[in-house]
């Protein structure tokens, strides 16, 4: 059994994955070529927004959105302490300050009780300017921008969504990659929307926002002349063929994929909530089922259960071991456990399971009887 199964995926899209691989090499033009300008349209429509720029994975996504707005030394960004280091990673890179928020433990997404009280204090200490907020669709359940909104616009922050893992979620219909001043996403192979190597994008309503965008992604070139540049850049390009693999992948995700992973998360749950914590997805909002991830009682039981699948050849993954504030790069900073107990309590607790869209009842049937076996 995989634990993301991109190679039944790629059984049931053969025929239009290999034209399309196929049609870019024919055409030599590897890239930014049209495929790539076609899934910008594409995906921009689908998830509401005005504008999506390409690039070469979803890290450079939010590094270039955070660039677009000029984010530097002396900024304060806000984001989730229970992520990938990336939603972090990328605001140091750039000489700002990441300040961690807890989790809340039922979603595992940003609480915003917390990111008002973070807000408060950096404002109290008056050492840097908090400027952008940061949320993540973890798992791919968007985050609670019905409550992250207020507060961000209440302190004139920016938002920038990383919906990495929430592409395809949506709240009240209204997708994920559109909350906020800007949005990222990210095509790793195992993400919701995966390509066959890196690639990412920025979704945007400005113009303004858009053309810059695509100059940093480009060296800081000028629109006029490519070898005029403007300002510092990065080298952050998509593939043409990663488009290419993406298109054919994103008419199966929105005609199918989205409602195929939704109905296995539903098997998981039926079975599993009698006597573990199941994931909770707020009244509204839908989730892109990124990863599957249980509750156990404590780290005893957690990696009995990790071991017992294991055993019965069931792969299963512990996201994330630690918090962002655990994590050696940033030590530095000082922080306790103790400021942030949700996510020392997801760290110690979770447990993601095999999750996609071609899963079977069969192996959802097989994978709960190992958990629920006495
Ligand atoms: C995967 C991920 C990223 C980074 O995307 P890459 O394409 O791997 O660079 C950023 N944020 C979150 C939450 C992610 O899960």
Known sequence: MQFRDLKAQYRALKPEIDAGIQAVIDSSAFILGKPVTELENKLAEYVGRKHCVACGNGTDALQLALMAWDIGPGDAVFTSDFTYFASAGTSSVLGAIPVLVDIDITTFNMSPESLEEQIKRVISEGKLTPKVVVPVDLFGQPADYDRILPIAEKYN??????????????IRGKLACSFGDMSTTSFFPAKPLGCYGDGGAIFTDSEEEDARLRSLRAQGKSPADKYDNREIGINSRLDTLQAAIILPKFDAFVSHEISDVNRVADWYSK??????????????????????????????ERDEMQAKLKTADIPSMIYYPRGLHQQEAYKWMGLDDSLYPNTVEATKRCLSLPMHPYLM???????CKVLLEE
């Open 157 to 170: 922050l920016k938002v920038l969504e990383d919906g990495a893992q929430g592409f395809g979620g949506n």
């Open 271 to 300: 079975r599993l909530r009698c006597k573990f914590v199941t994931p909770t997805v707020l009244p509204g909002f839908l989730s892109s089922w990124a990863q599957y991830t249980v509750l156990f009682d404590n780290r005893q």
């Open 361 to 367: 009842e069969e192996e959802v049937d097989r994978i």
